[in-house]
């Protein structure tokens, strides 16, 4: 079956240093969402990526989807603190709604 | 603007027994889905639903089923619960929004097998 895997698994980084999580798929996606889950909390919805090489930035993070559609990846640019939190990617093939979740990336922030 | 409401947030079931979680999305959001986190397993989609129907469905046996209201609320029963049901249960809504379809996950629903 469809499996959607992230490398990293884990991510340490000094505050102020940059920090990538990539998403890979075993099968081309129609689309591919990314989350963001602090601690304890729940994943809260970030940005969503459609096209075939598609750059997307908000404010310090920057997502791309590959031209392939089949990998993604998430930039972030001089860590804070409060980006603190396992950062999931979620893809799912065409004519569905199913999204498989990749197997996240647990970042953490050194001040 | 309310969230999405997940009832309720922590749960102590035995073996064999029988679970219903409740979910219900924001104001005007038609399509909710249903999702199982594990830390082995991580976060695994068990099914969508959208205006009462089932649109979609993961690999999850039979025992996990759920169903939908006309007001969008949505349920999720578990039967003959198993110690390996322990987990956290997500619930979603969507909409189009500025950033795609935007899915807003409830707090969830701790669930432990004993």
């Known amino acids: 079956g469809q499996q959607v895997m992230q490398i990293p698994q884990y991510q340490h980084v000094q505050e102020g240093e940059d920090f990538t999580t990539y998403c890979n798929s075993s099968t081309t996606l129609s689309n591919i969402q990314w989350y963001k889950q602090r601690p304890g909390g729940h994943p809260v919805f970030l940005i969503q990526?459609?096209?075939?090489?598609e750059v997307k930035k908000q404010k310090r993070l920057t997502f791309q989807f590959g031209e392939a559609k089949k990998n993604s990846s998430l930039h972030i640019t001089a860590t804070q603190t409060t980006d603190v939190g396992t950062y999931f990617c979620a893809g799912t093939t065409s004519g569905t709604y199913k999204y498989i979740f990749g197997t996240g990336t647990r970042l953490k922030v050194l001040a | 603007k309310a969230g999405v409401t997940q009832t309720p947030r922590y749960l102590i079931k035995t073996r064999g027994q029988q679970v219903t979680l409740s979910c219900s999305p924001i104001?005007?959001?038609?399509?909710v889905s249903w999702y199982q986190q594990t830390p082995g397993q991580g976060l695994q989609f068990l099914f969508e639903?959208?205006?009462?129907?089932?649109?979609n469905k993961g690999n999850f046996p039979g025992r996990f089923s759920g169903r939908q209201f006309s007001n969008s609320r949505s349920e999720m029963n578990v039967s003959t619960l198993e110690l390996g049901d322990s987990a956290l249960y997500l619930c979603?809504?969507?909409?189009?929004?500025?950033?795609?379809?935007?899915?807003?996950f409830g707090q969830g629903t701790r669930l432990t097998v004993v």
């Open positions: 639903y959208f205006s009462e129907t089932q649109r």
């Open positions: 979603a809504s969507s909409f189009e929004g500025e950033w795609g379809t935007e899915a807003f």
């Open positions: 990526l459609v096209k075939s090489g």
């Open positions: 104001s005007g959001h038609r399509s």
